[in-house]
């Protein structure tokens, strides 16, 4: 799986991209522990941070697969 990091995101997790084998389908929250264990640094963002599968946000149900491209998106304000 290949993982993308934006903004504040980016800088906790010192890298703007990175791989993330899976050995199956993951939820949204096993991918979050997946991604905590690599990242210890995302927890106190993971409250507040999108996932997005394949340029589409996800919620809770979507399953992610090892060919997947997933971004980690922080909250973004507009003016």
Request: charged letters at 25%; one cysteine or more.
């Amino acid at each position: 799986m290949h993982i993308l990091f934006f903004a504040q995101l980016k800088d906790v997790a010192r890298c703007d991209r990175t791989e993330l084998p899976l050995a199956g389908p993951v939820e949204a929250n096993a991918l979050w522990e997946l991604l905590l264990e690599k990242f210890p640094g995302l927890a106190g963002h993971r409250a507040s941070a999108r996932l997005a599968r394949n340029g589409e946000y996800a919620d809770a149900k979507t399953i992610f697969a090892d060919t997947d491209e997933v971004a980690l998106i922080p909250p973004v304000s507009g003016g």
